[in-house]
């Protein structure tokens, strides 16, 4: 144990400690370098592999942000929704006009003098009468009602920050009743406040709820007659993750950071490069106060309010201790803009080349956003959003699974080269098409090995049988070119099969964790209902959180990662391809971990040996996923199929039987000597 060997340590360093006159401190430094040096120790012959293997892949795609991990509760919040984004959809839609104790009115939006430029509209209210009728004892007022995503869910006991942004038309100050109701009109939170200006103002206040409800409603009602216009009418939790301002929901993000992941890829996927180049992701439009973002339609149709933007996410990276790894577009479209993907994917498009130096510029821009030094152009706006700090960005991703075409090279060179120059410690992601294999997938590879290119974004969904046979692949990768980084992959399913057949890739790229630098899973989240890609990490809604088998596959391996690879300490009979495992040891803390997957019908046996790990403390933990092959987790079923943790003895040598249809993880502690 490390404190025995401070304490002996300390014993024999005692009469030196006088000879050489050291200080008490010089001392305890001198333990403390031995005590992390003896902690540092791994085994011998381990394959040093990649200390960022395994991370999470976020997208907004299935309602993932905006009604999923945004905690904003109002949807449409600054009225600009629009019919590109669903055909019904309008600055009105999920606002319901209301006027309470025959009170009247009018409302309309208008885009005259908007907060800001890139949030052009806003809802006027004009209101004529305040109803206060005979005998009549209810609520009055005119107003606006909102119902969230699908219903605002409402905690007795919990607190909620309501705020908006008003502007008085006519000269007098407006009241305002704020309450949170049931689907019967009971109010279950109330505020009121009254506005003080005619310029735009933001307003907020802090609603208590007293009552509980899943369906829950915003309203937002004027009680003084007057004229007055409103926009980004926003309600959030107060309890967000790690409390932040503008932040994440508590449940959905603590799960994601329960995963351990190493990095956080954002924000696509195809959103990254957008369905036609006016609906590319650009990162700037995404950072500063929410009112001043530029809404656009999501790729996969709906809309994204980017408040959960640049830097949201690059905080919600460093609150978890994952890296991030941002993916900008390579300055070219989607190929399946405009739904091209029905006719062969044509529908990339280049931004044209006399684009290009502001393009190349912007994507410079974000690595000074991220990095630099706070009194810098770009350093300067991330400090004003509350972090001096420099965010240690590590990697950039150029393009995402694009097409390989002349126009994208072209454009691919001229963003890699002038990173490369301006910020050579930054690693930059290459992008080699959407298969494992083919035209696009030879032609970035090329491209990347010409330019040398650190490592390389694969992308590939497959069926369980194809990641079953393919358990190889990354065996037979030259070590001397760039590395790869599986940034999307997932078999198509959620049933244990799928997430079994992932385990036992899992495996091999842990063993191939020399030249596979990253991997993630894709998509990661989907809310029910609202889901566009039907395999998915974990479903949702506004309440319940399902993680699939799949999910569970990841999060055993993401928590149990390794810094080296150790060969030949698990056997079996190498022709059953039902079969795989690899064993890692984490120079940290210098735990060994075990990973062993039986992707068969039967339960097969399996050596494990740890003789050379020196001494192992014989009480370990064991993780075990398994189940019935074609069972999933589902919103009525949430628990079918989940891991279970027991004790495991080690010894140097043990026989295993892995169950039929399983993963099993084992972790076992070393005796430092
Ligand atoms: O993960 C879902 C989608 O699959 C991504 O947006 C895209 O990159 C891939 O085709």
Redesign the pocket.
Known sequence: MPILTISTSAIKFQNKMKKHNLSILGLFTLVFCLSTVTYGQTAKGGKKISTDLFGL?F?D?NYAADGGLYAELVQNRSFEYNPTEQGSWNPYSFWQYVAPGYSYGRISVETSAPIHPNNPHYMVLDIEHIGHEANYSGETGVGLKNSGFDGIVIRKGEKYNFSMFARQLSNNSISFAISLQNTKGEVLASGLFSTSSNEWKKYATTLMATASSDSASLVVLATTEGKFALDIISLFPEKTFKNRSNGLRQDLAQMLADMNPKFIRFP?????HGDGLGNMYRWKNTIGPVEERKEQRN??GYNQTAGLGYFEYFQFCEDIGAKPLPVLPAAVSCQNSGGTWRIGGTGQRALPINQMDEYVQDVLDLIEWANGPANSTWGAKRAAAGHPTPFNLQYVGIG??DKITPEFEERFRMIFNAVKAKYPEITIIGTAG?FHSGDDFEKGWKIANELKVPVVDE?Y?CQPEWFLSNLKRYDAYKRNAGQVYLG?Y?SWGNKLRNAIAEAAYMTTLERNGDVVRMASY??MLAKKNFTQ?TTDMIFFDNVNIIPTPNFYVQKMFMSNQGDYFFNKVISFDAKDTTLAASCVQDSKTGDVIVKMVNAGNQAKKMKINLSAFGELVPKAEMTLLTGNADTANSFESPKKIVPVTSDFKAAPKVEYTAPAMSLSVIRIKIKHQ
């Open positions: 892949f997208e795609i696509g996927g195809c959103l990254a790729i996969w995402n699974e959407p992308h969904y999307e997932a894709a998509p890609w």
